[in-house]
């Protein structure tokens, strides 16, 4: 029987990453008196995409160098028309007086002699990436969210959302390390909780080794389908070419900068406007490759400043790796691979269904970053949108009452953990979620087809009925990476039937159909899913910017 603790909260944050943060900061900002509360699953000092450090906030409409129009019709051809234009405008928007916070908050942006900004062009036009130099970008986010006075509950996982008569009612959450269950009431609950990195198994074989940061494990995706919202763009299957052997970025630094992608007879590719993803990659599987970066060809300086980007800011490691590998830049170049496929609202197109003020379907409920759909968002959009969702979360509980839990549903929500508990089968997790996740290589990654999704669903179905029969789960910990393993299932799922519906091929490898080589001018929108009353996957189609 796993004990049970109580939270009260005004709003509730769960995931404290970089939207996540700055929901915080900015709820405090707003209502000092607020009780705002952050369930995250590992430590808000070091947990996310922003760990690492970050070398630039990729979305920043300067004055005078880029507009928000412009910035909208670039995503718009980069999503190949899939993308509702207001939110991806409102963050362009915000996103200059964004960066100027970040600044005042001791954030480096490197300017040049006159003192401008640099901008880089990573868009098919406008320069709209800002290189930063921010090692420590998330200790300086998570020690501003403690000075703000928020409730920070590290090594909680949120597990399932509590709802009532339609709205958002709290959450049920497992601290990892005691075992406990944690219920909290809350008036408003930001999902902040990033996107499905553990989906495809990395060349490697390594569950970990992904690219995107491996805690994220589509939990968000999962409560909130469970809990009524709508989701979209779950059949965008997103890979990009990475560091073979080593999932660290490379290509927006190292491209933006001069370097040369090459193929394996040594043949540049890419014409004078640069080179796409879609085209690396289908020089992959068109069987020229493997690809390389290279940048024999640039000048010592040029070196030394990726160099000084690639082993500080970026990933330290790197250095090591390459010493390693034999590799100096200015004498080989670095071969390339396809990352695992992911689903991901910030790189990619995939995530909870929100409006412009961060709103999903279920009242009350707000997401942000990568777990919500705003395609090609990247950090602007955790940041931007996760100040939104707190705007508009505080102006919810100011005019509103919390309403009571459902004590059904959290007596539902301790049944899935101690059934799971009392799974005492032979199979290791580690062994259930490699061959889950080697199946979404088999039959959700492009190139797909009819047989194989039907195939993807057919064993999603099985592998959920298996999982507290075969698997064995012993202790907080493995418990909550069997509640992983059964987000991993539902985005399966959801995906898979995305991926039917979409009778076409759209975004080139990223959703590839074998069967419908091209695309459907009638496909030109969302696929929406939502849960059914059975807790079915319904499917409904909607057209770009309708709600
Ligand atoms: C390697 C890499 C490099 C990048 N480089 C750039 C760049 O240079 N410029 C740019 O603009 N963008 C970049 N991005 C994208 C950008 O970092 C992300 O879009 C952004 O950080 C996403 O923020 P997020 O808050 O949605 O997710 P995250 O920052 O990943 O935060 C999610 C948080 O939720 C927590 N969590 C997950 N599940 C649960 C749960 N069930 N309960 C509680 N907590 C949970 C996680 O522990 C994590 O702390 C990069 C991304 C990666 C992966």
């Given at each position: 029987?796993?004990?049970?603790?109580?939270?009260?909260?005004?709003?509730?944050?769960?995931?404290?990453?970089?939207?996540?943060c700055?929901?915080?900061?900015?709820?405090?900002?707003?209502?000092?008196?607020?009780?705002?509360?952050?369930?995250?699953?590992?430590?808000?000092?070091?947990?996310?995409?922003?760990?690492?450090?970050?070398?630039?906030?990729?979305?920043?409409?300067?004055?005078?160098?880029?507009?928000?129009?412009?910035?909208?019709?670039?995503?718009?051809?980069?999503?190949?028309?899939?993308?509702?234009?207001?939110?991806?405008?409102?963050?362009?928007?915000?996103?200059?007086?964004?960066?100027?916070?970040?600044?005042?908050?001791?954030?480096?942006?490197?300017?040049?002699?006159?003192?401008?900004?640099?901008?880089?062009?990573?868009?098919?036009?406008?320069?709209?990436?800002?290189?930063?130099?921010?090692?420590?970008?998330?200790?300086?986010?998570?020690?501003?969210?403690?000075?703000?006075?928020v409730?920070?509950?590290n090594?909680?996982?949120?597990?399932?959302?509590?709802?009532?008569?339609?709205?958002?009612?709290?959450?049920?959450?497992?601290?990892?390390?005691?075992?406990?269950?944690?219920?909290?009431?809350?008036?408003?609950?930001?999902?902040?909780s990033?996107?499905?990195?553990?989906?495809?198994?990395?060349?490697?074989?390594?569950?970990?080794g992904t690219?995107d940061?491996?805690?994220?494990?589509?939990?968000?995706?999962?409560?909130?389908?469970?809990?009524?919202?709508?989701?979209?763009?779950?059949?965008?299957?997103?890979t990009?070419?990475?560091?073979?052997?080593?999932?660290?970025?490379l290509?927006?630094?190292?491209?933006?900068r001069?370097?040369?992608?090459?193929?394996?007879f040594?043949?540049?590719?890419?014409?004078e406007?640069?080179?796409?993803?879609?085209?690396?990659?289908?020089?992959?599987?068109?069987?020229?490759?493997?690809?390389?970066?290279?940048?024999t060809?640039?000048?010592?300086?040029?070196?030394?400043?990726?160099?000084?980007?690639?082993?500080?800011?970026?990933?330290?490691?790197?250095?090591?790796?390459?010493?390693?590998?034999?590799?100096?830049?200015?004498?080989?170049?670095?071969?390339?691979?396809?990352?695992?496929?992911?689903?991901?609202g910030?790189?990619?197109?995939s995530?909870?269904?929100?409006?412009?003020?961060?709103?999903?379907?279920?009242?009350?409920?707000?997401a942000?970053?990568?777990?919500?759909?705003?395609?090609?968002?990247?950090?602007?959009?955790?940041?931007?949108?996760?100040e939104?969702?707190?705007?508009?979360?505080?102006?919810?509980?100011?005019?509103?009452?919390?309403p009571?839990?459902?004590?059904?549903?959290?007596?539902?929500?301790?049944?899935?953990?101690?059934?799971?508990?009392?799974?005492?089968?032979?199979?290791?997790?580690?062994?259930?979620?490699?061959k889950?996740?080697?199946l979404?290589?088999?039959?959700i990654?492009?190139?797909?087809n009819?047989?194989?999704?039907?195939?993807?669903?057919?064993?999603?179905?099985?592998?959920?009925?298996?999982?507290?029969k075969?698997?064995?789960?012993?202790?907080?910990?493995?418990?909550?990476?069997?509640?992983?393993?059964?987000?991993?299932?539902?985005?399966?799922?959801?995906?898979?039937?995305?991926?039917?519906?979409?009778?076409?091929?759209?975004?080139?490898?990223?959703?590839?159909?074998?069967?419908?080589p091209?695309?459907?001018?009638?496909?030109?929108?969302?696929?929406?899913?939502?849960?059914?009353?059975?807790?079915?996957?319904?499917?409904?189609?909607?057209?770009?910017?309708?709600?």
């Amino acid at each position: 029987m796993l004990d049970r603790v109580d939270v009260e909260a005004d709003i509730l944050i769960i995931g404290g990453g970089s939207a996540g943060c700055l929901a915080a900061i900015r709820a405090k900002e707003l209502a000092p008196e607020a009780r705002v509360v952050v369930f995250e699953k590992g430590h808000i000092h070091r947990s996310g995409s922003l760990a690492m450090g970050m070398d630039a906030v990729n979305i920043v409409a300067i004055p005078g160098e880029g507009t928000p129009e412009e910035y909208v019709e670039s995503a718009t051809k980069a999503f190949h028309g899939v993308l509702d234009p207001t939110p991806s405008y409102v963050m362009a928007e915000r996103s200059f007086a964004l960066l100027q916070k970040l600044e005042r908050w001791g954030i480096n942006v490197p300017k040049d002699a006159s003192g401008n900004y640099q901008s880089l062009q990573v868009h098919s036009k406008g320069k709209f990436a800002v290189p930063i130099m921010a090692p420590e970008i998330k200790v300086t986010l998570s020690n501003k969210v403690s000075d703000a006075g928020v409730t920070v509950l590290n090594r909680i996982q949120g597990v399932s959302l509590l709802t009532r008569g339609g709205r958002v009612a709290g959450a049920v959450g497992l601290n990892v390390r005691t075992g406990e269950m944690v219920v909290c009431r809350a008036s408003a609950v930001i999902l902040a909780s990033g996107g499905c990195a553990r989906f495809g198994l990395p060349d490697s074989g390594y569950l970990f080794g992904t690219f995107d940061f491996p805690g994220n494990a589509g939990d968000g995706f999962s409560m909130a389908f469970r809990a009524g919202a709508e989701l979209t763009g779950m059949e965008f299957t997103r890979t990009s070419p990475l560091i073979k052997d080593m999932s660290c970025p490379l290509l927006y630094i190292v491209l933006t900068r001069g370097a040369e992608v090459v193929n394996a007879f040594g043949e540049k590719i890419g014409g004078e406007g640069g080179v796409s993803m879609g085209t690396m990659l289908k020089e992959i599987y068109d069987g020229k490759g493997p690809i390389f970066i290279s940048m024999t060809h640039l000048p010592d300086e040029k070196v030394s400043e990726i160099e000084s980007i690639l082993f500080t800011t970026e990933r330290p490691i790197q250095r090591k790796f390459f010493k390693g590998r034999g590799i100096d830049f200015r004498e080989k170049a670095i071969e390339l691979r396809p990352t695992e496929v992911q689903l991901c609202g910030g790189h990619g197109a995939s995530g909870i269904r929100v409006d412009e003020r961060a709103q999903t379907a279920v009242r009350g409920l707000y997401a942000a970053g990568d777990v919500a759909c705003v395609p090609g968002q990247h950090l602007t959009g955790a940041f931007v949108f996760g100040e939104v969702a707190a705007e508009e979360a505080v102006a919810l509980v100011r005019g509103s009452e919390s309403p009571a839990l459902d004590a059904t549903q959290v007596g539902e929500a301790r049944e899935r953990m101690e059934r799971l508990l009392s799974a005492h089968g032979p199979v290791t997790l580690h062994e259930f979620e490699y061959k889950l996740r080697r199946l979404i290589n088999n039959y959700i990654a492009s190139p797909k087809n009819e047989y194989k999704l039907g195939q993807a669903l057919e064993w999603a179905e099985r592998l959920e009925a298996e999982l507290p029969k075969v698997a064995t789960v012993e202790g907080a910990h493995q418990l909550g990476r069997a509640l992983e393993v059964e987000a991993i299932l539902d985005c399966a799922r959801l995906s898979a039937t995305a991926g039917r519906e979409r009778k076409e091929t759209r975004w080139g490898l990223q959703h590839l159909r074998t069967d419908y080589p091209e695309a459907d001018p009638k496909l030109l929108g969302h696929i929406v899913l939502q849960r059914g009353d059975g807790g079915e996957v319904t499917t409904s189609f909607k057209a770009v910017g309708s709600r």
